[in-house]
């Protein structure tokens, strides 16, 4: 994933970016860059490698250079960016965050000539953004190449571009992640996150619509391309990694988890199917609303039988290698025995993807006394890998948790009814619990439906993305 910050004032915006940017960091963890313009000193630009020192330790010490009145910056877990591109178009910063699932294609259909270059990663992958600033200027005017890129990559883009003249904000073709804009009495920002700028003083404007481009500077917002009809934001955003203040299409992640989770309950109540329960606790972090919303009603108190050691290891995904992860979370794991021994417990996690680190809890919660652990998913089984935003390191399916499963129940039958396994009431559904729960130890395990996932949302349903659980885009 990723996330971007920008702002335009009358006024130095090195701190606005700075702070702005910096409360993005949950949503990526390799790279970090910022882009600041001056009229006098020109572009101004810093990235650095965040992947085991937080973004304000990294670019404390280049605020000091930084002067401008306009900016952008990022938060990558992929490319670095910012990047600077001159071409007939000028020269301006770019920012890119989404993916482009036909990169390779697009390089040997467009640019295999002799004249065209891409610098290759350590990977020997294309930097996403350089590609995608490659098709922008394919054209002769920005807003022409910005509408060519998202035409032609497959995938997803949204794109933030600062020019000398001001800052251009493109969400996705179908509106798959927000961009919101703020305004104060001297200038305007752009964001992923509403909250960010909030604490800047700026106040809530506007929010694009899918396909929209605009360009904001100090004195107004003006729109180059208007919205479209067709929106797939993604699901997600209110399920995991949205953060517990913003809002996106006017529904707040917070209150949204605190309705997910009591529409499971409510659910489970009603089938009959609640255990009696000593207490309710949520997986930190992003579990813990799901989980107070599924406590209030189920009436079985709210309690943090673990807490998370984080002033060490503040992200488990934060090295690549798998068994380095699953170390540092076991690691961050410290119980409360007064709220463990002897007690039924039911933990909500916001999602269960490749269960790495199902067992380690379940076995550190008997270990330390439980009487009985049920587990339950905020959203329904998955059983696709993303391929819009890749919010998981998962590439493969078969890598999820519940296709495993499936596979080994039924082979490759099994894909012909992922819709039956996702449906709890189902005899398939419920065999795909009770194998998952005999596999971890669980005395029970329950998914959200996703009829009642997108009830707690509250959009128009087609206008949601849910690829992840039933391959429907």
């Not at 960016?81 to 294609?105: D, F």
């Not at 790495?356 to 696709?384: I, N, W």
Request: aromatic content about 10%.
């Amino acid at each position: 994933m990723g996330g971007f910050f920008g702002a335009i004032t009358k006024k130095d915006v090195s701190l606005d970016v700075f702070f702005g940017v910096d409360y993005h960091s949950h949503l990526g963890t390799r790279r970090a860059g910022m882009v600041i313009f001056d009229k006098y000193k020109g572009f101004q630009r810093q990235i650095h490698n965040i992947e085991n020192t937080p973004f304000r330790t990294k670019f404390e010490k280049d605020l000091e250079s930084f002067r401008g009145q306009s900016g952008i910056g990022c938060i990558s877990d992929k490319d670095p960016q910012p990047l600077l591109v001159r071409s007939h178009l000028g020269l301006y910063a770019i920012s890119m965050i989404g993916t482009i699932n036909n990169a390779e294609a697009l390089v040997e259909q467009y640019f295999s000539d002799h004249g065209h270059q891409f610098m290759a990663m350590s990977s020997g992958a294309v930097n996403a953004t350089e590609l995608t600033a490659a098709l922008i200027n394919q054209k002769n005017s920005l807003i022409e190449g910005i509408q060519n890129a998202r035409e032609k990559i497959e995938g997803s883009a949204t794109i933030l571009l600062l020019t000398p003249e001001g800052i251009i904000a493109a969400r996705d073709r179908v509106g798959r992640l927000p961009v919101l804009i703020g305004k104060r009495e001297d200038g305007y920002c752009v964001s992923f996150e509403s909250f960010a700028y909030q604490k800047l003083g700026y106040a809530d404007f506007y929010e694009l619509g899918p396909n929209e481009v605009v360009e904001i500077t100090a004195d107004e917002m003006k729109t180059l391309v208007p919205a479209g009809d067709e929106m797939k934001i993604c699901a997600f955003l209110w399920g995991y990694y949205g953060y517990p203040n913003s809002t996106y299409e006017g529904v707040n992640v917070e209150v949204m988890r605190y309705r997910n989770g009591s529409i499971m309950a409510r659910d489970e109540k009603n089938a009959g199917i609640m255990p009696d329960l000593d207490y309710v606790a949520g997986v930190p972090d992003s579990g813990v609303p799901h989980a107070i919303g599924y406590s209030n009603e189920s009436k079985a108190p709210y309690a943090r039988p673990f807490v998370k050691y984080t002033p060490t290891w503040p992200r488990s995904f934060m090295p690549e290698n798998q068994s380095i992860r699953s170390q540092i979370a076991k690691m961050k794991q410290i119980p409360v025995p007064e709220l463990i021994e002897g007690k039924k417990l039911l933990f909500v996690d916001d999602s269960i993807v490749r269960g790495t680190q199902l067992r380690e809890t379940v076995d550190f919660l008997y270990a330390s006394g439980a009487k009985e652990v049920h587990m339950r998913s905020a959203c329904p089984p998955l059983m696709y890998s993303c391929k819009f935003l890749e919010f998981s390191r998962t590439k493969d399916d078969k890598e999820l948790l519940a296709r495993q499963t499936i596979e080994q129940l039924e082979g490759d039958e099994g894909d012909k009814h992922l819709e039956e396994y996702a449906d709890a009431s189902t005899s398939r559904g419920k065999c795909l619990l009770e194998t998952i729960s005999k596999k971890f130890g669980f005395d029970s395990l329950g998914y959200q439906s996703l009829e009642g996932l997108l009830e707690a949302i509250g959009l128009d349903r087609s206008k949601v993305c849910t690829y992840c659980w039933n391959g429907k885009q």
